[in-house]
């Protein structure tokens, strides 16, 4: 691998670059869906995907492909128990299902993108971006792992208060993880409920707060998830170092999200509006965003790119440990790491 020069010069940043993902990114990173082509559904695509038609009307499933966190919301206020329980546990089943290609995924270029001292966020309950994570853990210098309304790889231990992957073992007791709690479409989601996802968003809030950098992938900010927005939102206007912080937003209708849904999240922020992974920083300074940043913005001395390889999962991975080996501050950056 080739290093630009200025790079061996570089002050490695302390400060992390924050990416929330939502399900426009899972749909993203899997177009033809998981290993065996079963879909990476967005909200108004779950009805036909568990196959609701032999327990709901006609009318119904119009009314939740319209809305479908509106419609189960107003399932669960009519305390239709039964259907509520039945749809939770479709979903539940049809996301444990998935599976991760062998081949190269998006996920595992966004994952090689950060450092140990970055956070990804999810909102998706999906296991892809998990494995994907585990199946890299053995290069040591990957980001922090957040998942805000659970996520079906997920594991904990009550006793030892330890989070984990639910297939795996507790290294004090020894005892299986038992899986984490989802939180399910409800308007009125209170993420202070439950333990584990209450943890999980005081690590994003405390993240945001110190972020130089902010991606937010596929997630459109939803007004009927009133706490998600107020707590994102506040907590980047409340950011150390607003003035300089990038806010950068990937989606395939970035412009008509951020007139609808993220006018509120880029007031007084400087902002980037992209339409595909490809054209983000993630991808054309991975590993030194943060830096990269600092070297335009205040010294006025852009850096040279350092591309991805162009090739397979384990031409990546090599790329990465040669960068690890060339830059041993990665493995000292950041918190211990879940993996």
């Keep these: 691998m080739s290093i630009p020069k200025e790079y061996s010069e570089l002050k490695l940043s302390e400060l992390p670059h924050v990416v929330i993902l939502g399900a426009g990114s899972s ?23 568990i196959r609701l038609s032999d327990i709901l009307s006609d009318e119904e499933i119009e009314s939740a492909k319209d809305n479908f966190e509106l419609f189960f919301d107003e399932l669960v206020q009519s305390k239709k128990t039964e259907i509520t329980e039945e749809i939770e546990s479709r979903l ?76 795996d073992v507790c290294n004090i007791c020894k005892k299986s993880f038992s899986p984490t709690k989802l939180l399910y479409p409800v308007s009125n989601k ?60 990937i989606d395939i209708n970035a412009e008509s999200l951020v007139a609808s849904n993220l006018k509120d999240i880029i007031v007084d922020t400087h902002y980037s ?18 830096e990269a940043l600092f070297e335009a913005t205040m010294q006025l001395k852009p850096l040279t790119p350092i591309p991805f390889p162009d090739g397979s999962l384990q031409e990546y991975q090599s790329w990465v440990y040669e960068l690890n080996e060339a830059f041993s501050g990665f493995e000292k950056e950041g918190n211990e790491k879940q993996g």
């Design 27 to 49: 749909c993203a990173a899997n177009p033809n869906g998981d290993k065996n082509n079963k879909k990476l559904p967005m909200m108004n695509q779950i009805p036909d995907v």
């Design 92 to 167: 539940y089943n049809y996301f444990d299902s998935l599976e991760l290609s062998d081949e190269l995924t998006l996920y595992d270029r966004l994952i090689f993108s950060l450092r140990r001292k970055d956070l990804i966020a999810t909102f998706n309950w999906d296991p892809l971006l998990s494995y994907s994570y585990r199946r890299n853990s053995s290069l040591k210098t990957l980001p922090h792992l957040v998942f805000l309304h659970g996520n079906v790889l997920q594991g904990v231990c009550n006793e030892d208060k330890i989070l984990g992957w639910k297939d």
């Design 190 to 249: 209170i993420y202070d409920i439950d333990d584990v996802i209450n943890e999980q968003w005081k690590i994003l809030e405390d993240y945001i707060s110190n972020a130089y950098y902010i991606t937010i992938f596929g997630y459109s900010a939803p007004f009927t998830d009133i706490n998600a927005r107020e707590r994102i939102i506040n907590h980047i206007k409340e950011n150390k170092r607003k003035r300089f912080l990038q806010l950068e937003i």
């Design 273 to 290: 509006l992209l339409n595909s992974f490809d054209k983000s920083w993630l991808v054309l300074h991975p590993r030194f965003t943060c």
